[in-house]
């Protein structure tokens, strides 16, 4: 029996980028009650963050949805409530995920005091919009 090595070849300028929990990146982020740790991927083609808050939600996001292709969620620690445009709410727990599509109006509605919540965004994030909830005509 033989095996075959398979090497990928490394994107010409590519390399690893560590990001020590022992020396966290802050950024200013979306919102003034999240904190926002930056991770390794945030500085390539990708946005990973940590999100913490130490007094939980205190109001609700206001409805806004994210530029970018995918935005994966998982929480960490806590719990998180979420209004999404197609009329569901979710409540999420410690170790629950989701994925919404870029471009999906959602609002954070509210959520623990011990809040975690790790979030990846593909590509990397470029934008948050606000908008105006879903169903409301402002044509009037």
Known sequence: ??????????????????????????????????????????????????????????EPTGWHYHICESQFIYVLKGTLDLDLEDGSSVHMVAGDSLLLPGGMKHNETSTSTDFELLEVMLPKLEGTVPCDPPGSDQSK
Request: no cysteine; glycine share 6%.
């Open 1 to 58: 029996m033989t095996t075959e090595t398979v090497k990928t070849p490394l994107a010409s300028g590519r390399k690893a980028i560590f990001s020590p929990a022992s020396s966290p990146i802050y950024a200013p982020g979306r919102r003034d009650f999240f904190k926002y740790r930056q991770l390794a991927a945030s500085e390539g083609e990708m946005t990973a963050q940590v999100m913490t808050t130490n007094a939980g939600l205190t």
